[in-house]
Each structure stands twice: as C-alpha cells, then as structure tokens.
C-alpha cells in the first residue's frame, strides 16, 4: 500500500527512517547532489572489490592487460548504474519497484528475484571478509561473528537512508587516505624495484580468455549497483540537475573499483595464493608492524556500511515483490521482519560456503550479470528512449492499474534477451557453445543488452502512451495535490 501523506514533524525529528517502497513526496525531499559522488565512492571502496581484481592474474593475465580490461569493464558497467540513478529524483520511487512500469505488479517477479539473489550473495561475501578481518584481532569463530555483523548491518538498515548516506560520506576520507598508502606500498614494492615485476611477467601475460573474464567481472559488478542506486537518490529534489547526478555517481562508483580492482590485480601478480586480508596486511605492514591490521580493519568498517546498504535493499525489493501479490503496509514492523528475514538467509548460506571461497565469488559475479542485464536494458529504454521519464506513480501501487499485473513486453524482452545470452555464458559448471567457439571469451552481456533492449523498444511501439498522460495527470493530484506530473521537469 502506498503511503502519500506527509510524515509528522515528530517522524521528521526521528533518526529512524519512515518511507518504505512508497513515494516520497517532495516536500520530503533533501540532500546534495555531490553527496552521491563520496557514498557511492566508499560503497564500492570494499574487500570484495579488491577480491574481483585477482581473477586476471590468477587466470594468467599480466597486471598491465588486468589493469585495462578493468578501466574498460568498470567503466561500461558503470555507465548503465550512473544512468539508473537518474530515476531516484524523477520517480521519487526506490528502484526495483519502478520496474512494474515495464514487468508489471507481478511479472516483476523475474528480476526482483534475480535481485535479491545479488542482495544476498554480496552480504554472504562481505560477512566472510569481515569476520576475517577481525579475527586479525579478535578472538571467536564464524559461528560467533557472523550473527553478530549481520545484526549490526541490519541495525544500520531499520535507521535507514540518511545514516548509510552520513557513514559514507565520512568514511570516503578515510578510505583515500589509507589506501593511498597502501597503493604506493604495493607500487614500491612490487614493481619499483622491478624484480618481482619482471618474474611475473615470463608467466603472465596476454590470455584472451582470461582479459575477457576479468573485463566481464568488472562490469558485471558495477553494473549490480543498478539495482539499488535509487534507493539513494530518491529523496533528492526532483528537479536536480540530471547531468550532475550521473556524473557523481559515475565517478564515485567507476573511481574506486577501478583503483581497488587494479590494487587487487597488482596483489594477486605479486603474492602468491593472494586473500584480500593478507595482502592487504602484508602490503601495509611493510610501512610499519600493525599498519595493514589498521587498514584491514577499516575495511571492515566499510563492509558493515556496504551491508546495511545490501540489506537495506533486499528489504525494499523483497517488500515490493511481496506487495505485487498481496498489499502490505510498509510499516517499521515489517522492515525489522524483512531485514530479519535476509539476515537468516544470509548466515544460512554464509555458514555453507566453501572456506575457499574465490571460485565461488567469481561464478556469482557472472551470474549477477547474466541475470541483471537484460533487466538494466529493458528498464533504462523505457525510461529514456520509450516514456522519457513520465510515469502515472500511482498507479504502480494500484492492482488494476495501467502498467497491469503481467506486462508482456517487458517479461518477454527479457526471458528472449536471457536466452539470447545463454550460448555465450562462461562459468566455472558451464561453457556455452559460442563461448567454446570463441576460445572461452564471455560476450553474453553485449548479446543480452542488444536483444532486450531493442525487442523492449520494438515491442512499445504501439503504447497508447496518450491514455498514461490522463493517468499520468490524475496521479499528481493524488500524490501532490497540483496539476505537473510527476517526471516533469519545471525548469
């Protein structure tokens, strides 16, 4: 059930945050467009990251040929993220559940659960790294410190929006500093003096198969912050400069996985049987004893900020999934219910995982892009090239509404454009036939953007996009009490 009232100055004065997946109206609306370049920035600034970086090497790849397939991968998957997070301010919605508009109130079922897969398969790597990194320090084993950070992360997720946004900020400073020590300690040792360098390279060099995996990783992974990053700007106002917002997010988001990403290529060339902790310890403590402790362990600060983001997500997705079928009332009960309910899955899964988990980070990257991309694609030609961003938001909330309960052309978009995608599939449990064919290299997200995409746009042709704007008109008054739709720029 969507909630259009405006929040009491008693609610206002909470820390606690009292929008769910409805709308924001926009006398609610609050923030800076620059805060989005630093959250973004120490959101991706995390162990895993760091971790996407090895694949390279470890296949084979020099650090140089690691380094450029992740400037290119990183770059590409972050041009569609960026562009998602001009949604957030327009829609005033979080952003999975913008997808009805094209899925429908329960054809959306189909990514939504592919989103939740991403959701929950970072918070089980993140809850690894973490307790690894405190056990630097610390005594007690997984069974101990896992529940313990999955309940923090999910503390930090009831508060909400403006805390995650509050602790990225402040943490981005704190990152830059320490990582750059520990980049120039990695540079000096591992490459300034050339010996190790020149070792690695009469092993490593070019390898198609393995430039192409780690360029797929790396936009696979930024390309998996789409789902959520109008969760964090949806309180913007909604007439934000849209230019400004990508590029913030742009360079937040692309700048630091391309310097961690590369940081964990040049680690994994350089140190044998590389693991994010030890190398950044080992690294660290080369400037003196106890200095990569204190950088493991900001990073694990990261990693709880990072999962109360995944988990606040996973929240918000899994209540609009179950909004689709049956109409909730997103209370703050049901957020700690939600929130408890992804914790559970996630130390469930946490505690099944191989201790030699790297195998397994690399197949849920890929599969996270298998999976997102033909939503990604779907999703941003409606909104840019299809509706150009006017939407009746009401009547995402209502069953019989416009956008109807099963939307073919978007569920058909993309089931064609996933199948489309499966001959090129590259994982570690199976090769499709293209990707045989083409010497192991992994082109299924180019397929998958294509297919979907332009089938969405070919499919909308014949949108009666006229009856949306008497639609369109009827949900402004409802949600705003004036005559400008939502969507509408008023400059």
Known sequence: MMSTAPVSSAQRDSILETRSIDYVPRAERHGKVWHQGPFWFAGNFVLPTLVTGFIGPVLGLSVGWSILAVVLGAGIGTFFMAFHANQGPRMGLPQMIQSRAQFGRRGVIVPFTATVFVYVGFLVFDVILATQGLQLVLPGNKLVWYPILITVSIVIAVIGHDLLHFIQRWLTGLLVAVFSIITVLAIVNYSGVGAALATDETTLGWNTTAFLVQFSLAAGYNISYAVYVSDYTRYLPQNVSAPKLITWVYVGAAGSAIWLMSLGALLAANIPNADAIGA???????LFPGFGTFAVLLSVVALLSIMGVNAYGAMLTGTSAVDGFKRVRPTQGLRVIGLSAVGLLTLLIALLIPDAYLGSFTDFVIMMLYFLVPWTAVNLVDFYLVRHGKYAIAEIFT??????????????????????????????FYVGPAAAALGGADLSFVVGLLVSGVLYYVFSGNLDLRAEDVARAASERTLEGTGHAVGERSD
């Open 280 to 286: 950044v310890k080992e690294v660290g403590d080369t």
């Open 399 to 428: 069953p019989k509404g416009i956008y109807g309960n099963w939307a073919w052309r978007g569920v058909t978009a993309y089931l064609i454009g996933f199948v489309a995608m499966i001959p090129f599939f590259y994982t570690s």
